[in-house]
């Protein structure tokens, strides 16, 4: 270790096994902070399973503001987490379910300090993909803003929650709901409703680099100019079986729920700050 303090985190549910989609950077990714108050640089291993936080050497630590600084970690890369589902689009085929959890801390002369703390996040021909490390961590330190995790956790962690189910199908209509809530908040509506997920996908989803596919709408008593976005109207054929002719089939794949939660990020990040949870 270069530095003499530093803080070690386990990332698990990135990594996956040689059966399953999954994506690595071409070699360890590093990223130097000029501006935080505790971090100056980051190195995330190439199978993104392990994230090192190399603080300040000028930084003086004793056992309270060392607590405090594995705290601030732990946001931080709670907040890392939520820019990777956000930004996946470069691997949307992989099964995100990232946890994460305190691994090894060298900030006190012979003091370990154990807190650890869980996220949680999980899963075609199978694909390997090998990404530009460093060019995809500073996209996702550039979209950190830990101020705005931490005043919105309970929300983010209804996200990470979501993500843990089993069952896709469920899963998917869960997050579409949930969606559904956030938007309602967004734009102060009485009700929640389709039409206003559909704007907010429209207006929204090329923040996150998703194509809108936009086509007629599919829900029941819909007027016949009303259209849908691809994530309602995938949530429309699962709901309203009828709707699907008798030749289709639905299928959902790991790619329609990362980028629906990349748009429910962006959901949360809109959510003014005195709105209620």
Not at 6 to 20: E, M, P, S, V
Not at 98 to 123: M, V
Not at 162 to 185: D, P, R, T
Request: with cysteine; aromatic share 8%; glycine share 2%.
């Amino acid at each position: 270790m270069e530095n003499k303090k530093y803080a070690i985190f386990d990332i698990l549910g990135i990594k996956q096994n040689d059966y399953t989609n999954s994506f690595t950077f071409d070699k360890d990714a590093e990223y130097i902070l000029s501006n935080d108050e505790f971090i100056n640089k980051i190195i995330i291993s190439s199978d993104i399973s392990q994230a090192t936080f190399y603080l300040h050497d000028s930084l003086e630590i004793n056992e309270d503001s060392a607590l405090q600084i594995i705290k601030y970690l732990i946001l931080y890369l709670s907040t890392m987490m939520i820019s990777l589902i956000k930004n996946s689009l470069p691997y949307s085929s992989v099964l995100l379910k990232p946890t994460t959890q305190l691994s090894k801390t060298n900030l006190l002369k012979e003091k370990s300090i154990t807190l650890c703390d869980y996220i949680h996040i999980r899963d075609s021909a199978v694909t390997k993909s090998v990404l530009d490390g460093n060019e995809q961590l500073e996209k996702w330190i550039q979209d950190i803003n830990v101020s705005n995790y931490q005043s919105k956790k309970d929300k983010y962690d209804i996200l990470f929650l979501l993500l843990q189910g089993k069952n896709i199908i469920q899963k998917y209509m869960a997050m579409y709901a949930y969606l559904m809530s956030l938007v309602k908040e967004i734009y102060s509506s009485s009700n929640e409703s389709q039409k206003q997920v559909v704007r907010y996908v429209s207006d929204n989803c090329s923040r996150v680099g998703i194509t809108l596919s936009l086509s007629p709408s599919t829900r029941p008593g819909a007027r016949q100019n009303e259209q849908e976005d691809q994530f309602t109207a995938l949530r429309n054929k699962i709901g309203h079986p009828s709707i699907i002719a008798e030749s289709q089939s639905i299928y959902i794949c790991e790619n329609a729920i990362n980028q629906l939660a990349s748009i429910i990020c962006c959901a949360i990040e809109d959510i003014p700050l005195d709105c209620p949870s």
